[in-house]
Structure formats: structure tokens, C-alpha cells
């Protein structure tokens, strides 16, 4: 019951509650206590409602003496019903009799007319039966008076016999379906004789036709095939007459292995019967534009299925995968003649009927593509991991220093044979679009493998080399060299390979934008995570110019030695160390600054920053001791002041600069010296860290 049809009595407004409260949909005891005992106390609730009870009780009793007339007069009302039923009783039971009488005599006539019309059908097939073996009979006849071999052979026209005798050969055939009456054998086997006699003569006739090649006479006697529904018969005639001779003297092992391009040839001289032998019957059965009879397919029924069958049995060694570069070439071949066999179906039924036939399917699952992309796979992935898993050397690199700048050339051997194979993988010889997925991934693991590389290679321990010829000059290890054509392969490897995603582009049959983006976001990926082996090549780079130099840093702590108690006059050059750390520095840059100079810089600079770091706590250290030093000597003159004594060899020489003021002074001119040095190299002091810090290290030192 709705809301609207439920009146209930008004509760008092002093009341805790309303009588809507009590008629909602979702309403609840609990819920209903909870929220209305923050408002009041449960024994308030409990007095009102007890109020509203009283109230909801008068309302009912007042309901209930307002409707008490209606429910007295109903009760009255009902007064003698049973009699009433009682007495309907007897008249219902007759006139169910009667009804029921009256069925069963329309059942009766049911059954006696449905007796009556089967009798008159068996009458009237009877009747047809007779009919028709009596058509048998003359049809029989007349058949043996048109196929009389004199008769036939001498009839100029001899093409109206057919076309009659065809005609004729449907009424016998729709007569005899028809005739229920059994035949005599003797009728039977006659009329088996006479179409099979009709078929030879039929059959002889359309090969000559064929062989004179008459377009109106073949039109119709295709027809009576047709007629006949005797399309299939055509099509066996024409393949084992015509085509499977044919096909026989070409599919062989001989014409195969006469030279490289025997199955290429073989295919051509199938195509030629297409165009020469089957040109005629597939004009007329196929091109729906010109006068055409419907319903044949010699070229899937009578060409195709016969030149399946024959490589099947004669030359099936063209399926064998276990060469690669012969499984190919045949394979690609098979595809272009199969490519020019769609392309004599004309029709979009004759494309279909060849694309379902279950021989055209079989013969492509013939190829075992998976086999020959393994072994394509383990040809190539061999090649590659041989140079890979090859010991780092100084054969290794294949180019020289001026091929570093070139975009086109690699330094390293490895990254060249990487590169090569990815091209490799994609060339017209190997690669075939039915694996095109497997050779997109295949691509994707050699990149892969070489980041992989790359990663192993940083790891690995170089020997130990001479950095430091008989004339003292500095020469860059291999190890370097090796580090930096590495960086620049890369690079240029990472550079190089968006042009992967375009010969792929090429290479796909069907070209589809979400395809595209599959290939892009995966090669994206990947030269994503190639980008991130650049800071660890830079990393082992920085490190291996860093190592050359920062032995040398060593001496720094050497010089307070120079000046203690030596009365060395005051510094007015740099120590030899500064020019020993930058040497190496300073040859590096001299030799790659004009092939690679934006990397040169970026390499020096971060090199440079962490000399500088090294410095900056070399130099830290010297002045701490230097600081101590003077403490020490300040308190022993106070010492020995106090007790009114010399000095001894402890005193500073007070009528000139002391040995730490020499010291500092000395360290001023290294850094001054050492900033130069870096200047004269072209690189800016402001990018290099720590360089101010050490600065006014140096000259805070000297104020003191």
C-alpha cells in the first residue's frame, strides 16, 4: 500500500516524533530509536508512544463502525446461494452430454474424410505412375533411335542431337523419380547403357570443341552439362584429358633440379597452360561480362587440385626447411605464382572457392615456416654471439679516431656485426612476410642483447697498462679508447635504429595505423632502455680520465715539507704535480677536441669536477695541518717566553714571511695555476664543481 492511500491520525506536535515516521519505506526500530533518543529520553519516547497507541486505537474502532453496515448487508446478501448452485447442477450435466455427443460424430466424419482422401491420392499416383513408365517406355525408345551410333556419326549438326537427346535424358531422369512402379532390371540397365553411351559421345565432342577451340559449340555443350547437372563431370573430363598430361610432362624431379631456377620455371609453364590450353574455357566460365556459362571452375577443380597433387607426389623435397636459402627462394616463388593464380580468378566466387579449397590450404601448411625461422634464428643469433662473447681487446676496435665523428661508421666490430645482422634479418633473401611478427621480436632480442652486452663490458677488469712512456708524455690507454668508441657506437647505434622501424614499414603486407603503433612503442622502448647504458658509459669514462690524473694529486701533501725549517725563498711557481695531474687531461682533449668536442668538453667537465673535488680535500687537509702546526708553535713560544727562555729551533723568523705563510702562499699559486691550465683548455671554471670553493679556500687562507 502506498503512502498516499495510508491516513494516518495526527500525532500531537509536543511529541518526540511525527506519524510520517512510522511510514516510510525504509524504516527502521533501531534506527528509528537511535536518532530520536539524541533528542529526548527513552522514557519520554515511551510515554509518547503510548500516547500515539491510544490514539492509533480510537482511529480503528472509529474505522470500524463507519464500514460495519457493509459488512452486515454482504452477509445477508449471501443468503440462499448454495440452492441457487444446487439447482444449475442438472441443466450444465445435459448440455455437457449433448456437446460431448456431438464431437464425437464430427471425429467420425474426420476419419472417414481423411480415409477417403488418401484413397483418391493413391489413385492419382497410381495413375502418374502409369503415366510415367509408359513416357519410360517411349523415352526409351526414342533414346535408342538418336544415340544409334550410324545416326550420330552421320549427322552434320551433331551438336542438336545432343541438345536433344540432353532434353530428352531429363525427362526420362524427372519421370523415373516420379514413377513408383518397379521397373524392370532390364529397362534399368537400359537406361544406364544408353547415358552412359550419351556421356561418351558427349564427352568426345566438347574435347573436340576444346581442340578446335569453338567458342559457340563449347558454350553449348557446357550448357548441356548444365542441363544434365553433370558440372563436375566436365571439370574431371577436362583435368584428365587435358591438363593432368600436361602437368605430368612438368612437374617432375628432372625439370626441377635442372638449374637454380627449376621450380620458378616450372611454375611459368603451369601458368602458360592457364593462358594458352585453359584460356578459352575460362573466358567462357569465368568473365561474368561477356556471354558466359555459370557454374564451372576449371581452374580450382581442374588445374589447381591437379598440380597440388602432382608436387605432392613428384617433387614434395621443395617443402624440406633444412636449407634455408633453397627453402626460401622456393617459397617465394610458390607465393608468387599462387599471387598470379588469384589474380586469373576474376570473379570474387572463384577467389573464395580457391582461397576454401581444402587442397590450396593443406598445400601452404606444407611449408614449415617455424623451421625455417629457427634455423634462420640460431644462424644469426650464432654469428652474433660469437663476437659477442669474444674478450675485450684492442682488436676490437675497428675503426680510427677521425671514424668517431662519422654517422654512418661504427668503431667497434661488435656494434658493426650487430647492426649488420638487423639489416640482415630484414634482407629479400631471408626475410618473408608470414614472419613478420617473429622477425619484428627477433630484432627487439638483438638490440636487447646488445645492451646487455654493453652492461657485461663495463663490468670487465682491464689489465694493467703503461700509461707513461720513456719521454714522459702521456698516452691514452686502450681502455679508454675503447670506452669512448663504445659511448659513440651507441649513440650512433640508437641514432640509427628509428630507420629499422621504416624498412619494417616496407616489408608489411598490410599497413594499418595500430600496427604502426605497436612497432613504434616497441622500438621506442627499447631505445629507451639503450639511452639509459649513456650515464654508465660516461661514468666508466670519467672514471678512467679521473684515474690518470688524480695520482698525482698525492704530492700536495708533500709540499709542507718543502718549506719547514728549509729558509726556501717565497714561491713563485706552481709545483710540477699541477702540470703532471693535467697532462693527461690536456693531451685527451687535444686529441679528440676537433672530432667529438661537444663530448670532449661534457667528459672534461665532469672529470674535472671531481679532480677538483679531490683537490679541494688534499688542499683542506695541508692547511688543517698547517693551522695545527702554528697553534703548536704559538703555544711553545708562550711556553718558553714565560719561562724567559730561547726559543730554540722552534721560533718563528720574525724579520720575514714564516714557513706556513710559504705554504699557503705555494698552494695559492698550484690552484691559481691549476685554474689556467684549465682555462688554456677552453673549459669554463664556472662548470666545473668545487672550483670556487676551492678558490676561496686558497685566498682565505692567505688573509689569515
Same mark, same amino acid.
Do not use: M
Given at each position: 500500500m502506498s503512502k498516499e492511500n495510508i491516513n494516518l491520525p495526527r500525532a500531537p506536535k509536543d511529541l518526540c516524533f511525527s506519524e510520517i515516521d512510522f511510514i516510510q519505506q525504509n524504516f527502521n526500530v533501531d534506527a528509528f530509536l537511535q536518532e530520536h533518543k539524541k533528542n529526548t529520553k527513552l522514557e519520554t519516547m515511551r510515554d509518547d508512544l503510548g500516547i500515539y497507541l491510544k490514539l492509533l486505537r480510537s482511529a480503528m474502532i472509529d474505522l470500524i463502525n463507519k464500514d460495519y453496515i457493509d459488512f452486515v448487508n454482504l452477509s445477508s446478501n449471501m443468503i440462499g446461494l448454495d440452492k441457487a448452485i444446487n439447482d444449475l447442477q442438472t441443466p450444465l450435466g445435459q448440455l455437457r452430454e449433448e456437446v460431448m455427443q456431438v464431437q464425437q460424430i464430427l471425429d467420425d466424419e474426420v476419419v472417414t474424410i481423411t480415409h477417403n482422401i488418401n484413397e483418391n491420392k493413391k489413385v492419382r499416383d497410381y495413375k502418374q505412375?502409369?503415366?510415367?513408365?509408359?513416357?519410360?517406355?517411349?523415352?526409351?525408345?526414342?533414346?535408342?533411335s538418336i544415340l544409334c551410333l550410324n545416326t550420330f556419326l552421320e549427322n552434320p549438326v551433331k551438336i542438336d542431337i545432343l541438345e536433344q537427346a540432353a532434353a530428352e535424358f531429363n525427362q526420362l531422369q524427372f519421370h523415373m523419380s516420379r514413377c513408383k512402379l518397379n521397373i524392370t532390371n532390364e529397362k534399368q540397365k537400359e537406361s544406364e547403357k544408353l547415358e552412359q553411351s550419351y556421356m561418351t559421345h558427349l564427352n568426345e565432342f566438347f574435347l573436340a570443341c576444346i581442340q578446335e577451340q569453338n567458342s559457340i559449340l563449347l558454350i553449348r555443350c557446357l550448357g548441356i552439362y548444365v542441363t544434365l547437372d553433370k558440372i563436375c563431370d566436365a571439370e574431371n573430363l577436362v583435368r584428365k584429358e587435358? #591438363?593432368?598430361?600436361? &602437368?605430368?610432362? $612438368?612437374?617432375?624431379?628432372?625439370?626441377?633440379? =635442372?638449374?637454380?631456377? %627449376?621450380?620458378?620455371?616450372i611454375y611459368s609453364k603451369l601458368l602458360t597452360i592457364l593462358n594458352v590450353e585453359l584460356k578459352q574455357l575460362l573466358d567462357?566460365?569465368?568473365?561474368?561480362?561477356?556471354?558466359?556459362?555459370?557454374?564451372?571452375?576449371?581452374l580450382v577443380n581442374s588445374f589447381w587440385i591437379d598440380v597440388e597433387e602432382k608436387i605432392e607426389h613428384y617433387i614434395k623435397c621443395i617443402f624440406a626447411p633444412g636449407d634455408p636459402i633453397l627453402f626460401h627462394s622456393r617459397y617465394v616463388a610458390t607465393l608468387e605464382f599462387l599471387e598470379k593464380l588469384?589474380?586469373?580468378?576474376?570473379?570474387?566466387?572463384?577467389?573464395?572457392?580457391?582461397?576454401?579449397?581444402?587442397?590450396y590450404k593443406n598445400f601452404l601448411k606444407k611449408w614449415n615456416?617455424?623451421?625455417?625461422?629457427?634455423?634462420?634464428?640460431?644462424? #644469426?643469433?650464432?654469428? &652474433?654471439?660469437? $663476437?659477442?662473447?669474444?674478450?675485450?681487446?684492442? =682488436?676490437?676496435?675497428? %675503426?680510427?679516431?677521425?671514424?668517431?665523428a662519422l654517422q654512418n661508421e661504427f668503431s667497434l666490430y661488435t656494434t658493426y656485426i650487430i647492426w649488420e645482422n638487423l639489416q640482415k634479418i630484414w634482407d629479400n633473401n631471408i626475410y618473408l612476410y608470414q614472419l613478420f611478427h617473429k622477425f619484428w621480436k627477433f630484432s627487439l632480442q638483438i638490440c636487447a642483447r646488445y645492451q646487455t652486452w654493453i652492461q657485461t663490458v663495463l663490468k670487465e677488469v682491464w689489465p694493467i697498462e703503461n700509461e707513461i712512456n720513456n719521454s714522459n708524455k702521456i698516452e691514452h690507454s686502450t681502455k679508454l679508447n675503447f670506452l669512448i668508441c663504445l659511448y659513440k657506437d651507441a649513440e650512433k647505434f640508437i641514432n640509427i635504429l628509428p630507420s629499422l622501424l621504416e624498412i619494417a614499414r616496407i616489408k608489411l603486407k598490410e599497413e594499418t595505423p595500430t600496427v604502426l603503433k605497436l612497432l613504434k612503442d616497441s622500438l621506442d622502448e627499447t631505445i629507451k632502455n639503450l639511452k639509459k647504458i649513456w650515464p654508465d658509459i660516461t661514468k666508466e669514462i670519467v672514471n678512467e680520465l679521473l684515474k690518470q690524473c688524480v695520482v698525482h694529486l698525492k704530492e700536495v701533501n708533500d709540499i709542507p715539507r718543502l718549506f719547514r725549517r728549509t729558509k726556501r725563498d717565497i714561491p713563485t711557481k706552481s709545483c710540477a704535480y699541477i702540470k703532471n695531474t693535467l697532462a693527461f687531461l690536456i693531451n685527451f682533449h687535444a686529441d679528440y677536441k676537433k672530432i667529438i668536442p661537444d663530448d670532449v668538453n661534457y667528459?672534461?667537465?665532469?672529470?674535472?669536477?671531481?679532480?677538483?673535488?679531490?683537490?679541494?680535500?688534499?688542499v683542506k687537509d695541508v692547511l688543517t695541518s698547517v693551522q695545527k702546526t702554528e697553534e703548536s708553535i704559538r703555544k711553545l713560544?708562550?711556553?718558553?717566553?714565560?719561562?724567559?727562555?730561547?726559543?730554540?729551533?722552534?721560533?718563528?723568523?720574525?724579520q720575514g714571511i714564516s714557513?706556513?705563510?710559504?705554504?699557503?702562499?705555494?698552494?695559492?699559486?698550484?690552484?691559481?695555476?691549476y685554474v689556467n691550465m684549465i682555462t688554456e683548455m677552453q673549459i669554463s671554471t664556472s662548470n666545473v664543481l668545487y672550483m670556487k670553493e676551492l678558490l676561496y679556500t686558497v685566498e682565505t687562507a692567505i688573509k689569515k
Open positions: 505412375s502409369i503415366f510415367s513408365l509408359q513416357y519410360i517406355y517411349k523415352s526409351l525408345n526414342k533414346l535408342t587435358i #591438363i593432368s598430361p600436361l &602437368i605430368y610432362s $612438368i612437374i617432375n624431379i628432372e625439370n626441377l633440379q =635442372t638449374d637454380l631456377l %627449376g621450380l620458378q620455371n567462357i566460365t569465368l568473365h561474368p561480362n561477356r556471354l558466359s556459362v555459370k557454374g564451372f571452375n576449371f588469384d589474380t586469373e580468378c576474376v570473379t570474387s566466387e572463384c577467389l573464395i572457392a580457391l582461397k576454401n579449397n581444402s587442397q615456416l617455424p623451421v625455417y625461422f629457427q634455423i634462420r634464428f640460431q644462424e #644469426i643469433a650464432n654469428g &652474433i654471439e660469437t $663476437i659477442l662473447i669474444e674478450p675485450i681487446s684492442p =682488436t676490437s676496435i675497428k %675503426g680510427t679516431l677521425e671514424s668517431l667528459w672534461l667537465q665532469l672529470t674535472l669536477s671531481s679532480l677538483t673535488e679531490h683537490y679541494l680535500i688534499s713560544k708562550k711556553i718558553r717566553t714565560y719561562l724567559n727562555k730561547s726559543l730554540g729551533p722552534y721560533s718563528p723568523d720574525v714557513d706556513d705563510e710559504k705554504i699557503r702562499i705555494q698552494l695559492k699559486i698550484d690552484v691559481q695555476t
